[in-house]
DNA sequence: TCTGGGGTCCTAGGACCC
DNA sequence: TCTGGGGTCCTAGGACCC
């Protein structure tokens, strides 16, 4: 039997969950920016049509805007994220086999489910519109890169309407298709690889597809041969149906204004060890050390330029934001030079492993482990239930003269009490 | 004035061991 | 004169993804 895998992306994600709540945007040109309001992260089908590429820094197409009038807004995690699960829920109905595989994609097995695949896909994109608002569209195939593919061809196609499996073509239909994607559009081959490829006379997808796999192998590497038996519908890339634990922690931003002040430094790596911290004890892990980074800003050239990082191993696993954050400044002090406008810190967790593997030392010091895994349980509980950030070490502060920049974020309409969607009645 | 954040995987090279 | 070979582990860095 051939192997069916679907891919339902979300169009224009972050755009379409702001239109949920401001219909007025309907139709008006529209980018979230990411933090700190630097770039485009996603942008409306009128944005794209202005030309406005992926990732363009906003301060470089202030008069494109003023001149289309459009909307920009700072991005709402806490929004996207509330939709993401409502829309991944949904989907799961259609398939045992569900792997979310970001916050606006995932692919659903279908082998096996005997109905017309083309249709059933429809029933997906109608059930996610009516019950969650968001326009999705689905590509069908034999391996992952090739739904990817087919997914790209059913939103760059109206004729699509939405839709297209690869499955139900014949090979010359299909490499008619694939012949006219350039071959950058391939999942796994970025701006490096194309320029590469492109050396060798590989142009699309189609060229990609019929490439000498020993060719590949030497050239590239073991991804690419993978991506080549894939495009040949031979799936090497199996669906991960539990999201794996993290193999490491990052917290990282930019700042709202750079600072050379040690003392804003200390808060930033506080508060970042604190929310990764958090993550590490939500998927049970502890880790076995903690890597603090910062660094100037390197856009400004004519600024003394400095970056550095250090991993500071810790005597044994743990998962408590005490400790953490103790080795942390420790890392941070050791790397900090003076008279430098830093812009950017961050952390990184590293070493993790499970709980439950935890391993047993000589001189455990069982009743103050079992006092700090008590308090961290705690405090966690706290904050969950009053909001994130009630109970804090103090070192973080409250001032925060280094936050990032948040101009036009709009309310946490689902997520927060204080600022729900309401409905205003009509006179 | 203003350029994101959070991840994964692979490779190369060094250190070390027998 | 002539100085092995193979394995493992770790780290740094590159490339890629959304």
Redesign the pocket.
Same mark, same amino acid.
């Given at each position: 039997m051939q192997r069916a895998i679907a891919l339902v992306d979300c169009n224009n994600f972050y755009v379409s969950c702001e239109r949920l709540f401001q219909p007025g945007l309907e139709g008006r040109p529209v980018v979230v920016l990411?933090?700190?309001d630097?770039?485009v992260?996603s942008r409306s089908q009128e944005v794209k049509d202005l030309g406005v590429k992926?990732?363009v820094? =906003?301060?470089?197409m *202030?008069d494109l805007a003023r001149q289309h009038n459009i909307v920009a807004l700072s991005s709402n995690y806490s929004l996207y994220a509330d939709i993401s699960n409502r829309v991944m829920s949904l989907l799961s109905r259609f398939s045992p086999g569900q792997e979310v595989?970001?916050?606006?994609?995932s692919f659903l097995e279908l082998t096996g489910i005997a109905v017309d695949h083309t249709g059933y896909a429809r029933q997906m994109r109608l059930t996610v519109m009516q019950h969650v608002g968001i326009p999705v569209c689905v590509g069908i195939a034999s391996s992952k890169t090739l739904s990817?593919l087919a997914n790209h061809v059913a939103k760059k196609n109206p004729r699509y309407a939405g839709v297209c499996d690869f499955n139900g073509m014949t090979e010359a239909e299909l490499n008619g298709l694939l012949a006219r994607i350039d071959v950058g559009e391939? =999942?796994?081959?970025? *701006?490096?690889?194309?320029d590469r490829l492109r050396d060798r006379d590989i142009r699309s997808a189609l060229d990609l597809k019929r490439a000498a796999a020993k060719h590949i192998r030497s050239g590239f590497?073991?991804?690419f041969e993978r991506i080549v038996a894939e495009l040949n519908g031979v799936s090497c890339l199996e669906l991960d149906q539990v999201a794996?634990?993290?193999?490491?922690?990052?917290?990282?931003?930019?700042f709202g204004t750079?600072t050379s002040r040690l003392a804003d430094l200390e808060q930033a790596v506080i508060a970042?060890t604190t929310?990764?911290a958090e993550?590490l004890r939500q998927q049970r892990s502890l880790c076995g050390g903690i890597q603090a980074y910062i660094r100037t800003?390197p856009?400004?050239e004519q600024d003394a330029q400095h970056q550095s990082s250090m991993?500071m191993?810790l005597p044994e696993p743990s998962d408590d934001t005490r400790l953490l954050c103790r080795a942390a400044l420790h890392g941070l002090r050791s790397i900090y030079r003076t008279g430098h406008a830093y812009?950017?810190a961050?952390i990184m967790l590293t070493g993790i492993i499970p709980a439950a593997a935890r391993p047993q030392t000589l001189f455990d010091d069982v009743p103050s482990r079992e006092k700090s895994e008590a308090l961290m349980r705690t405090l966690d509980r706290i904050n969950r239930s009053m909001g994130s950030g009630t109970i804090r070490l103090l070192g973080e502060g409250t001032g925060k003269p280094w936050a990032?920049r948040r101009q036009n974020v709009s309310n946490r309409y689902t997520t927060e009490w204080d600022e729900l969607a309401v409905c205003k009645a009509h006179p």
């Amino acid at each position: 039997m051939q192997r069916a895998i679907a891919l339902v992306d979300c169009n224009n994600f972050y755009v379409s969950c702001e239109r949920l709540f401001q219909p007025g945007l309907e139709g008006r040109p529209v980018v979230v920016l990411s933090n700190n309001d630097g770039c485009v992260v996603s942008r409306s089908q009128e944005v794209k049509d202005l030309g406005v590429k992926m990732a363009v820094p =906003w301060f470089r197409m *202030r008069d494109l805007a003023r001149q289309h009038n459009i909307v920009a807004l700072s991005s709402n995690y806490s929004l996207y994220a509330d939709i993401s699960n409502r829309v991944m829920s949904l989907l799961s109905r259609f398939s045992p086999g569900q792997e979310v595989y970001s916050i606006d994609e995932s692919f659903l097995e279908l082998t096996g489910i005997a109905v017309d695949h083309t249709g059933y896909a429809r029933q997906m994109r109608l059930t996610v519109m009516q019950h969650v608002g968001i326009p999705v569209c689905v590509g069908i195939a034999s391996s992952k890169t090739l739904s990817k593919l087919a997914n790209h061809v059913a939103k760059k196609n109206p004729r699509y309407a939405g839709v297209c499996d690869f499955n139900g073509m014949t090979e010359a239909e299909l490499n008619g298709l694939l012949a006219r994607i350039d071959v950058g559009e391939v =999942w796994g081959v970025g *701006r490096r690889s194309a320029d590469r490829l492109r050396d060798r006379d590989i142009r699309s997808a189609l060229d990609l597809k019929r490439a000498a796999a020993k060719h590949i192998r030497s050239g590239f590497s073991v991804v690419f041969e993978r991506i080549v038996a894939e495009l040949n519908g031979v799936s090497c890339l199996e669906l991960d149906q539990v999201a794996p634990a993290k193999q490491q922690i990052i917290c990282s931003r930019s700042f709202g204004t750079p600072t050379s002040r040690l003392a804003d430094l200390e808060q930033a790596v506080i508060a970042y060890t604190t929310r990764a911290a958090e993550k590490l004890r939500q998927q049970r892990s502890l880790c076995g050390g903690i890597q603090a980074y910062i660094r100037t800003n390197p856009h400004r050239e004519q600024d003394a330029q400095h970056q550095s990082s250090m991993l500071m191993p810790l005597p044994e696993p743990s998962d408590d934001t005490r400790l953490l954050c103790r080795a942390a400044l420790h890392g941070l002090r050791s790397i900090y030079r003076t008279g430098h406008a830093y812009q950017k810190a961050g952390i990184m967790l590293t070493g993790i492993i499970p709980a439950a593997a935890r391993p047993q030392t000589l001189f455990d010091d069982v009743p103050s482990r079992e006092k700090s895994e008590a308090l961290m349980r705690t405090l966690d509980r706290i904050n969950r239930s009053m909001g994130s950030g009630t109970i804090r070490l103090l070192g973080e502060g409250t001032g925060k003269p280094w936050a990032m920049r948040r101009q036009n974020v709009s309310n946490r309409y689902t997520t927060e009490w204080d600022e729900l969607a309401v409905c205003k009645a009509h006179p």
